[in-house]
């Protein structure tokens, strides 16, 4: 059996951190947090997660500044959430992979990330 996929969540409200937290590590998926965009960016660097969920709305830097960095040394698919509709229609044009409407079901999430994560399949690496 393979090792379980690694899920970055971006946000900057806690409380969403730790339910999809919770949520994700429930249906079998590593979860790594973080608030901060900073961040973000060196845990996509250095962790090399399997998807990124990312909020638009972040204290030190906003989520398509964070994208476009991550988009400078990295094709991880990444899923943009926001409560604006208009940064999730503009999220695949700044180089999303997939975006999702603020507040949204856990079940549809967790169904997005798995579609992504399907039509995404890296080849496979030999070591990490």
Do not use: W
């Amino acid at each position: 059996m393979g090792k379980n996929k690694c899920v970055l969540v971006v946000d900057d409200e806690p409380g969403i951190l730790r339910v999809l937290s919770i949520q994700l590590r429930l249906h079998g998926y590593d979860a790594v947090t973080t608030l901060s965009g900073t961040e973000a960016v060196e845990l996509v660097r250095t962790r090399e997660p399997d998807i990124v969920l990312l909020d638009i709305l972040l204290p030190d830097m906003n989520g398509f500044e964070v994208l476009e960095k991550v988009r400078g040394f990295s094709q991880v698919p990444v899923i943009v959430f926001s409560a604006s509709q208009s940064a999730v229609a503009l999220a695949p044009l700044a180089g999303a992979t997939a975006s999702i409407s603020k507040p949204f079901n856990p079940d549809q999430l967790l169904g997005k990330i798995k579609s992504v994560l399907e039509a995404h399949k890296p080849p496979n690496r030999s070591s990490n």
